[in-house]
């Protein structure tokens, strides 16, 4: 997709920009158009998709861009809920649905969950990359975040609830929270957990629960090839340099579990934790 960007304090009323065909969606902003549409939804790929969505319909006068964002606002509000397979994570899974484009602006909630995700985003962006891991690698996993959808996210500040929540057990044991995802076309399972410690056990138990939920979402919905799972982990940060340690683990495909991992991780993670 083409996107033409003009930056002007003073565009003429009503006017369109025309092009011939360049064998691509296009569409054409102004400076004003592209920082409401940052501004309503805070997030590049929110934006994107906007763009794509709006790319093959006819040109409309530069600086119109809200009246045409709001009115695609408008009919997400009164579209119907996709009907889903909650079972797909599992007993008492729980269908949640928010419009694609919100009618207020991304964060007017005032709460602090936009900021705890930019954390976790600068987090990824910035942290050191093992031997295994590239550069490419950590802008998929940027872009996994930020896909997390705009109209829920004011929900994951629950993530400082249960992060709290851990760090209140006696020394010595691990406390486990969770919080899961999975997008409507099932094909982007995404898990949030908080544990009590940062360890190379707890890190490895993380790694494990990841493979389970991977796998058994992939066994229910027979398409394996077409899921991918990013996992974060936080974990309370004690020497007061930040308020958590990040971990990451995304995987995509066929899970590739044998039958003794499958058993060992079920019984780890199932015996107490159905449909967590």
């Known amino acids: 997709m083409a996107v033409f960007l003009l930056n002007h304090d003073q565009v003429p009323a009503d006017t369109v920009a025309t092009w011939e065909p360049i064998g691509m969606p296009a569409l054409a902003l102004t400076r004003r158009d592209w920082d409401f549409l940052f501004d ?81 985003l600068e987090d990824v962006a910035t942290s050191m990359l093992r031997n295994w891991v590239s550069e490419s690698d950590r802008l998929i996993v940027l872009s996994d975040l930020d896909r997390l959808p705009v109209g829920i996210r004011e929900e994951w500040e629950l993530l400082l609830s249960m992060l709290d929540d851990v760090a209140r057990v006696p020394e010595g044991d691990v406390k486990w929270r969770f919080r899961r995802q999975l997008d409507a076309d099932a094909s982007r399972q995404m898990l949030f957990a908080c544990a009590t410690r940062f360890g190379e056990d707890v890190q490895a138990s993380f790694a494990s629960y990841v493979m389970l939920r991977h796998h058994e979402v992939a066994e229910r919905t027979g398409r394996p090839d077409d899921l991918a799972t990013l996992g974060v982990l936080l974990t309370p940060n004690y020497d007061g340099s930040r308020p958590w340690d990040t971990t990451m683990i995304r995987t995509h495909g066929p899970s590739g579990l044998t039958p003794e991992e499958l058993r060992d991780f079920d019984q780890l993670w199932n015996r107490q934790h159905a449909g967590g």
Do not use: K
Not at 59 to 85: F, K, Q, S
């Open 40 to 120: 309503q939804l805070r997030s590049t790929t929110a934006v994107l998709d906007y763009l794509f969505r709006v790319a093959d319909e006819p040109h409309i006068a530069l600086g119109h861009e809200p009246v045409r964002y709001y009115e695609c606002a408008a009919a997400d509000a009164a579209a119907l809920p996709a009907d889903i397979d909650t079972e797909l994570v599992g007993p008492g899974g729980t269908l949640f649905s928010a419009p694609l484009l919100p009618q207020v602006p991304a964060g007017s909630g005032e709460t602090r969950a936009h900021l705890v995700l930019r954390f976790i």
